[in-house]
């Protein structure tokens, strides 16, 4: 069946270091790619998403692209702020009912 | 996009007790999806709930515990019934406009006492 699994946290960095976040997944057909993140005490917030392979999505300074060779969405940023601490879920949805299959979520915690 | 307004954003309840959240969308949308998000967890679909039919729960939940009604296209409601502190979670509802992309509403942390 589908499944995503996510690198685990906490991951703690530097502010303006680097942040990679390893995301990779199974699944059957096409299905679309998403990372949503979560900041203290609030919702689920869509952060950036792609529909197909090669693909590349990007939002806040974040990016992803979909490597079906590698079934992999990896979330990336050049330089992380103290603001980006949250949690943040991979996601891969199931074009054939549109559910979403949910990574287990990895805190990122940024030090000033 | 859509915007989803819920509440209770938050609530502190008894054991034994019963909880509504409601769930409100400024657009008309076909599925509305349920989740739970336990402390420290990812997400879990309670249900999906479709206007004008019953809605479909998941494995491990049922109706007698989370009943909900979808009485338009624009609203829902969660019961979260008899409950114990295991119910103690942030409850999450979420649309599906346009299929694959979800929208969130803040969700409603629920504490039981």
């Known amino acids: 069946g589908n499944s995503v699994t996510q690198m685990e946290g906490p991951v703690t960095l530097s502010e303006e270091a680097f942040l990679t976040i390893n995301c990779t997944y199974t699944a059957t057909g096409y299905p679309s790619l998403f990372w949503y993140v979560q900041y203290p005490g609030e919702g689920l917030q869509l952060l950036l998403k792609?529909?197909?392979a090669d693909d590349k999505g990007s939002n806040k300074g974040f990016e992803a692209t979909y490597r079906k060779e590698t079934t992999s969405f990896h979330l990336e940023k050049g330089s992380v702020q103290v603001s980006d601490s949250a949690v943040y879920f991979c996601a891969l949805s199931d074009p054939s009912n549109y559910q979403l299959i949910w990574g287990a979520g990895t805190k990122l915690i940024i030090k000033p | 996009s859509a915007v989803i307004s819920q509440k209770p954003s938050r609530d502190i309840c008894q054991r034994g007790t019963s909880l509504t959240i409601q769930c409100q969308v400024d657009s008309q949308v076909t599925m509305m999806f349920w989740y739970r998000q336990q402390p420290g967890q990812s997400l879990t679909l309670i249900a999906t709930a479709n206007q004008g039919s019953e809605a479909t729960y998941e494995s491990g939940f049922v109706i007698d515990k989370f009943p909900i009604s979808r009485p338009n296209l624009t609203f829902s409601t969660l019961t979260v019934s008899n409950m114990s502190p295991e119910d103690s979670s942030i409850y999450l509802c979420s649309v599906a406009p346009r299929g694959g992309e979800l929208f969130f509403g803040e969700g409603s942390r629920l504490t039981v006492l």
């Open positions: 792609a529909t197909k």
